[in-house]
């Protein structure tokens, strides 16, 4: 595809159970960022990767969460222990240099993801 | 910490009318990104603004930035149905991948 896919588009889970969110960036693309928006709401930065650099995980927000990019493509973001307050759409975004954002970010459609 | 105040925070109006939204900081930003986002889809970049002063153009919107380049400005004329979304404004800070994020205005068009 031409463009960034996430899966799923939807997740609903019990509280306590871990999930796992995938992303697949747009093919060339060094630069994958993960972000959580709460409904209507603004983005919130939670990981950065870039090439084979270590990831910038400064604003995953416990150690809960974590996140892996494997080969330098598909990325995976895990949350252990869902917590409700975890509830929000995750999104994915990949650009073709991370050293500067004049370069577009492209975004997937998101997961959304509810915790009962 | 750097923030990137966008308001108004919500706005809903009839076709045909202009708007304007604005994006406000503290920091210099050596460029300014704003992005639609319509449900159940990402943010799509709409246009980047990169110098003091800078007015760009696209059909009915009108993008600006400001000459401090701390604040942005997104005006929309005669505002159609079409228009309805959330508006995001990001601003870059120079020689930092991260992004700073507004968070966003939701606009509805009323027919």
């Known amino acids: 595809g031409a463009g960034v896919s996430q899966s799923p588009s939807n997740k609903v889970t019990e509280k306590g159970k871990d999930v796992e969110l995938r992303c697949d960036p747009i093919?060339?693309?060094?630069?994958l960022y993960w972000y959580r928006q709460s409904l209507g709401q603004g983005l919130e930065f939670l990981i950065y990767?870039?090439?084979?650099?270590?990831?910038?995980k400064s604003g995953l927000p416990s150690d809960r969460f974590s996140a892996e990019r494997t080969g330098g493509s598909v990325s995976t973001l895990t949350i252990q222990r869902t917590q409700q307050e975890d509830s929000a759409v995750y999104l994915c975004?990949?650009?073709?240099?991370?050293?500067?954002?004049?370069?577009?970010?492209?975004f997937g459609p998101g997961t959304r993801l509810t915790v009962l | 910490t750097q923030l990137l105040e966008q308001s108004p925070q919500f706005l809903s109006i009839q076709e045909g009318e202009n708007l304007t939204v604005y994006c406000n900081s503290s920091s210099v930003f050596s460029s300014l990104q704003w992005y639609r986002q319509e449900p159940g889809e990402g943010p799509v970049l709409l246009v980047t603004?990169?110098?003091g002063g800078e007015v760009k153009k696209l059909k009915r919107l009108t993008f600006q930035f400001g000459d401090a380049r701390k604040d942005s400005s997104l005006h929309i004329t005669a505002a159609q149905t079409g228009d309805t979304g959330l508006y995001l404004c990001?601003?870059?800070?120079?020689?930092?991948?991260?992004?700073?994020w507004g968070a966003g205005t939701k606009l509805i068009i009323k027919p």
């Open positions: 990001a601003g870059e800070v120079q020689s930092n991948y991260q992004l700073i």
């Open positions: 093919s060339g693309h060094t630069a």
């Open positions: 990767f870039q090439g084979n650099s270590a990831p910038d």
């Open positions: 603004v990169v110098t």
């Open positions: 975004a990949s650009t073709l240099a991370g050293a500067s954002s004049y370069n577009e970010q492209f």
